[in-house]
């Protein structure tokens, strides 16, 4: 290798500035609270420190305080990261350790240094590293990175997230190292003496572990060694001698030592495979190869896992596992119990409930609370002592919490399954070492790095300090697989070593004290550190800092604690105990020698912390220096041709240049920055073998500093005095011909630039030099030479790539002055003329040309791209555009990147080949490969945005924009774009702007400018990384002021929304008045004379009474309508409306109360009203918001009577699902407390919560309440019935839908459940029953005949004996025993008792059957059709039949009259017989019950869908029930109906028709409710105020938000929340349970649509149109809707469309997902929307008269001329319009604008609005100021022209092509023709008047003059024509006309330019003008 190495020992280059270096830690920790206290604390007892003579003792211990801080101060520096893009601020993160504090600071250049996050722990820290841990994501197979600090201590390691989570895990051994890697860390156990006597015969334990997660178990690590035979074998990690040395995260390294072997080995760190997994498992073997079985490795488990249960040093000390384990004393008890109370939080199952609960809860919340800030608990530590020796109880399991070990298994069995590993290393390299000196050859590597040099070469480092050397390995990546190959050695003596990133080079510190500085292996130069000797950093300067001991804080010098102590006389000399860190071996010599030497002259000792560029230098004194290595450039041209050269010359080549080129740019003294393009140019035509002192230009270039190799490049600045010589060469500079070159914006006058040049002419130096220009010779053996042919063709496509980029551009005209002259030199004659045609007036200032020797011509490798026609990019895509075929554009990967995104671009765009940016790439573009170096993978250096789109066949603009942003292009690139390059771009972007896809990601939104979409995508995005989130928008409840507002309960629905959809009326003002109950009611009583006063007030009482069982009943109707509206805040209690059962008596408002005593009023009145009222509060709670465990138990009342309320809250937590969040520990504490309603909430909430998902561990919870699922020898528990039926409901909710058949046949034997003995089961058995119906309902939801696997159990068979009695078959299975002895209280005997079985039957049949349209099962449930019949089956038990048979006939229920009347029997419809003995009251009775039933299956048919004949058909239904009733005074009516009945059929018609317009508020439906909730006397009993309320609740659901779903699961829980029974006062649960009405909350779903205008961020109207999909009842149908609107069910749907013109259109696709239309609903229904331009929102112009566009119309006139550009802002948001319109619209007196430009501005300014394009202003006025410069003649350059040609070839394409859609494309208006005609006109005329230049251009003659060259150049490029020199040969004997169309095609121009040209082609040199005129008519 060493002699590659190619160095130049003359050089040296200069450092940055130097600035002292102290860590910032150290500033922060002496001011830290914590710093000394803590040790004080700890050094001397408490007594002893407020003792009389306490002072000595102070001083004393504050020496041995900084003694020990000194031992182990640390720190780490990194380059920092944050979440934003790589190259915004630099900054550097440092990690400071010292004692018990850690403190983590950023600081930048810019910025200085602060505190991010400190920490302080308890015991001293060890060692503190960042960490990112891979966090698996539970749905998918991403992994997401956790960015943490690790800090570890003796006994545990503490983890804190950025994001604020915390974690402690205790460690089970004592761990001497901890190592950070890419999948989390590695842990090194310490060796300890016995480890090396084998515990077991054979076994070593392993030493290396990993921890994936803080929460995962810690794992042994196993390794697969390489070599032939042990390929196999896959072993753990247990050598004692490896020690690891260095790891690192990419590539995915370990890197290890062997104390015995002396070698360093390389192992490539990855997770274990499943096999390699199984093999360490089955057999971990002994070396010798004897299995020993799992006894080895269960006993390593074993050992890890009880260490970790912290059990007594009695109990696991005896088993000999002490030391290993690390528990050998009690000693490192205390060190882990002062942690105690934080793990304690970490897992909710390890509170012991032993000791006193206060301390550890008390310990718990102190630390838990507050990262990063826990208070010092000493006194902790020792209260726990006392109790942690006795042995902990069962309950205290893992703290590691493993997931498979609960607590009975880990404590009964400690030989268990042996722990999983998780990562494997595996060996790639070994060290070799020579044979004979095989131990004193190597020593342990004290510093590992990875580096690379400049070619992209990577070396692994070691330094081995004991031989002053270091080693580097190159690393290469192999083809085939991901493996490294580790190829060579090099040895570089060295005493340190640094690596600098971002510079591709390292430092080194030779042994003598210089720095030098190496790319890879390749020495570049020394380093030259300014100022290091001189005064400001000696010693004598900072004495004054360290006068007192407690300063003295020496540094190590590596992580090692190696320290040189910083001494002087005066200060205090060191105490003698640091002498013992000397250990390294430079300095042996006497201690005292060492340091005079020191006070001499301070060296470098070491180098530390390198970030970036930036190093730490070490000094002999102790001083820190921090210095910067220079770049290697900082031009973005030069870096750019720096890429290029170093693209195309082979490796050893490249890297000569670059180093030659980094030391002189960088030499001591060197020129300043500006100066650094001209200096590239110097050295590099040096080393291509030009005299640069010969050739004009490049003389004037390094007037400044001459750098040829024969002047030493040491040479300093020349004197800062003036002379003439400064202005001849300012004049004659580079600069200043550029600058005349380009007028800024052409307003220079034209003139003076041409004349300044002209005189640069007649410069005598010019014509010096044109007179020896023969002379000039190239050097050919010049390092370069052989190269020049390939490096001028990089240079030429890295000029294309320039001219892409305006922001580049003004470069480009730099960088063609170097290739013009290589060109000249190489004949190149095409490339000249183009660049003469590029930069005509540059160019032909330029004549000379150096001559290369025929004889070493032969030397140049002439490459085969480089082709005699130039590559133009302009000319490719202006060829594109013209439709024809063009060969592929060469281009450099990885540099010229924006070549070959456009160039792909047009290809897909314009050509239109799909394939162009997959598979045809290859088609459009040549991949230049440099010949010497294999074709490596092009690096992405854009940012790639993670944007994947599948295609469909969508339209090429849509391929294209999601393209480009997948190359991560952004608006902002568009924008550096030239502006005729990029018009296809805009356009496609405009196309897809009309008809964008709902669901492309942000960032194509983005690039399209539609802001809505992209609000949308933003908010997806977020709600990904999220679980739940608080949105940028959200839909936000007013903060109401008044006091009584807030109790209602109800002040939490939006006002913005509801106003918007009833905007006429206030009937949500309405709905609050009807449900609020926190204000007394109002009692008007009269007082009759003849009444005392004492009757008076008890008939008051009893109206109060009345008006309670009204008030009772309302919550249940206020969660549904407040249901999902608010989100709490979770420092607060969520605030609860009191249930206030008082009234006021008028006139004089006096209080009256039911507890005065007066009458009787029932006892637990208010239970189940408080219930629902904390249901009602807790349904108001949306599922989005951030709910967790903490706040559930801190909203837990502290007086017993709200207890209630409490349990409602809980059953509301589980219906939002928010109850799933609860510890299990709270759950069952809660349960354990035996408080009814408790349980029945929790156990509803808790299985609402689950639905569906047959959890077991709520299975288990719940089967505990069931006597049924228990064994049958378990004992009897004493559960309440009510909670029984919750938990039976439970059940159901749980395995909903699953088809579970041991439940269902539990629950089946359960409807029928017989009474039994000792009077249980005897009290509302109905409930019981019907319960066990509808869950068995539930289970088998829908399932139909295809249960599986239950024929056997006969469902419908036993259901339909239920049903309708008989013979009670015997109890199967195991609850034969329990139903042996009958009741002694109820005598049912062997038969069925049908009215407690019935109904729960007849639902279980209906939910099975659910919607599958069985008609024998339905025809089970026919009313009978004869008297006799009739007359055994209760009404009530018809309306159910009736229900479920018509809900199991779904598709055949119709919305109108005729249908629900089908439903009565024949019988009841026809004429009577008067002889047959009628009952009037059961026909009655049964013909409305069957009405009310068929209503209530039309209202579940319908739900939500607010379907207006179903409406209609129900509003009759009640309309007549209504008239019945106002006759049922009459005795004949009352007598036959009964009032009861006939409300209650009253109250199931209500229900329905709120079901079927729920959410939409009808004012029919709310003035029925309003109506009954008036009526309070009477037979008006509680349950039917619920029943009105709940259809009042119903009717608002959620505020208008939410509606209804008819999916099974909502059917399933209507069928439970209405059963048509309802309770007749507030203790009744006899025939259903009160709880299961909240049910309908699992019915609801979001179905509001809420347009929200992207810029007010305000709600708004928006016309929508929503397209059906077709059914067997309808053909697909469009509808309008106004939103916001409540959508119809998404599965109904194929489109959702947001309508033009006021909104920008936006269609959203359900044909293909509904996924993305779900999540936008399930988040407030916000579905943003963008005014057009020039449109008002509907609700200032509802009829649209007022638009910008309407106004002109009127007019009469065009609509540029009444345009007001004063009234742009009404009609448009975007900023840049207003501000154009004000500035340059408008007459000001600063601008002296011609009137006519400010009309055009303004008809450009309304182009744009109304076009909807206001990014095309920008390139309308580019275009109008070129055409202008061109008739003016100013332009210097030809660059617009290209852009305006390719805009014109653009236009023709599109307009001759395609004329039909003509709205796609851009550019419409008549603007452009005008322009392209003023620019034909000026090129025409100077033709007219110049033919003869362009005459002498054919001939190839020498042009005259500069103004005319100008010209011509812009007519050649604008007409397209190409180089004459070979055209000359197809024009010979072109004769006519004819002749020459003929050739057109071999000429390669345009017909219609050809035409133009005619007339000089043909003409002799006189030439008849009289040809051109007619011409022109073919032209336009």
Sequence with gaps: MSEVVYEETATMIAAGDLQSFVPFGREHCRNHPNAFNLQLRELQPASELWCSDGAAGLVGSLQEVSLQERERESWQLRKGCTGVNEDEAEFEEELYTAGNVVVWSRGSRTQASSVYKAFTVDSPVQQALWCNFAVRQYSSDEEELEKTVCIFQSSCINVHTVTGKDFISPLPFQVSNVWATKFGLLLERKNTANDSQPNLPGELLPIVFSMLHPLDEIAPIVCKPSGLFSSSRVQYVSDSNMKIVFTCCEPSLVISYDTVQGTHTVWALRRVTHDECSMVLSCPADPDGTPLGLMASGFLTSHLRNSSHLESPGKSGATGLGSGAGISSPLHYSAL??????????SPGAHSRVHSPTISNMAALSRAHSPGMAAPSFTGAARFNTSFHSPPPRGHHSLLPSPNSTANDSILMPEMEPIKPDLCVEQLWTETVPAGCHREMSSQASKVFLTSDLCENNYLCFLVESHQHLRCVKIIESNYTSQLIFPSVTTIPAKDAAPLQNINAMLVLEACGSLVLYTGTTRVSKVHIPNLLSTPFSLTNQLHHFNTPLEIVSTPANASSRHIPRLSEEAMPSPVSELKGLNSKHHEASFFEDYAFQQATPFIHTLRDPVCNRVTLELSSGVMLRVSIPEIATSELVRKCLEAIRFILPKEVAMKVLVKWYNIYNAPGGPSVHAEWSQFVTCFMTLMGYNTERLAWTRHLQFEVPLSPVIAAKKARPSDGGSDEDWDYLLASHYHRQINSQPVCGSVDSGAANNDVNTEKEDPSCQEASSFSSSLKLESSAPLFPHIPALFYVLHLLYQELQLD???????????????????????????????????????????????????????????????????????????????????????????????????????????????????????????SAGQRSCASEPNFRRQSSVKVKFSSESLAEQLVVWLTSQGFTLKDLESVPFGVALPIREAIYRCREQPSSDWPEAVCLLIGRQDLTKQAHKMTLAKNKASVGSGFSLVPPASTDADEEEDGMSDIIHEVTGLIWSQDLRVQEVRRLLQSSRPVRVSVVQLPEVSDHEYIEERENKLLQLCQRTMALPVGRGLFTLFSYHPVPTEPLPVPKLNLTGRAPPRNAMVDLNSGNIDVPPNMTNWPSFHNGVAAGLKIAPASQVDSAWIAYNKPKSPELANEYAGFLMALGLNGHLTKLATLNIHDYLTKGHEMTSIGLLLGVSSAKLGTMDMSITRLLSIHIPALLPPTSTELDVPHNVQVAAVIGIGLVYQGTGHRHNAEVLLSEIGRPPGPEMEYCTDRESYSLAAGLALGMVCLGHGSNLIGMTDLNVPEQLYQYMVGGHRRAQAGANRERHKSPSYQIKEGDTINVDVTCPGATLALAMIYLKTNNRSIADWLKPPDTWFLLDFIKPEFLLLRTLARCIIMWDDILPNTEWVKSNIPQIMRGNFDPSEDINIDTMAQAQDYITAGACMALGLRFAGSANSDAFDCLYEFARSFMRIMSFAGTATVGAQMGYYNLQTCLSMILLAMSMVMAGTGNLKVLQLCRFFHKRTGGEMNYGFHMAHHMALGLLFLGGGRYTLSTSNSAIAALLCALYPHFPAHSTDNRYHLQALRHLAVLAAEPRLLVPVDVDSLKPCYALLEVTFK??????????????????????????????????????????????????????????????????????????????????????????????????????????????????????????????????????MLYECVTQECPEMLPTYIAIEQVVGALRQGELQQTFPLWQLRLVVELWDSRMLRVRANKHDTLLTSEFLPVMKNAVDLALDNWLKDHSSVLRSYMRGEVLSRESQSIMLACFLVYRSIPCFKNTNTHLQGCSSLADLLLRSSQLGIPLRDLLRLVPILLSPASGSQSLLFPLQAFSS
């Design 337 to 346: 119990h002062s942690h105690q109370g934080r793990f304690m939080t970490s």
């Design 806 to 928: 305006e922001l580049h551009r003004a470069r480009a005209s730099s960088l063609v002055c170097l290739l013009q002259q290589l060109a000249r030199d190489l004949q190149l004659d095409e490339y000249v003329d183009q660049y003469w045609r590029d930069f005509p007036s540059l160019i032909s200032c330029f004549t000379e040309s150096c001559v290369i020797d025929q004889a070493v011509i032969g030397q140049m490798q002439r490459p085969t791209f480089l082709s005699s026609n130039p590559p133009c990019v302009f000319s490719w895509l202006s060829s594109c555009l013209r439709g024809e075929e063009s060969s592929p554009f060469p281009y450099l990967p990885g540099i010229c990147q924006r070549t070959k995104l456009l160039v792909l671009s047009y290809a897909l765009y314009i050509i239109g080949d799909d394939n162009a940016t997959s598979t045809n790439v290859s088609k459009y573009l040549f991949k230049l």
């Design 1670 to 1803: 077709g059914s067997k009842w309808y053909k697909e149908t469009t509808v309008e809707l106004m939103a916001p609107t409540l959508l119809p069910e998404l599965h109904l749907l194929k489109e959702v469309k947001v309508k033009g013109p006021r909104y920008w259109e936006l269609s959203l696709d359900l044909s293909k997902e509904t996924q993305h239309l779900n999540s936008i609903l399930i988040r407030d229904g916000v579905l943003y929307v963008k005014l057009r331009a020039g449109q008002l929102p509907y609700k200032d112009d509802p009829q649209g008269w007022k638009s910008l566009l309407a106004t002109t119309v009127n007019h009469r006139s065009s609509g540029v001329t009444a345009f007001k550009p004063e009234a742009i802002s009404t009609f448009t948001s975007e900023p840049a319009l207003i501000s154009f319109a004000e500035f340059f619209c408008k007459t000001s007196e600063g601008l002296k604008s011609s009137e006519d430009s400010l009309v055009l501005f303004s008809a």
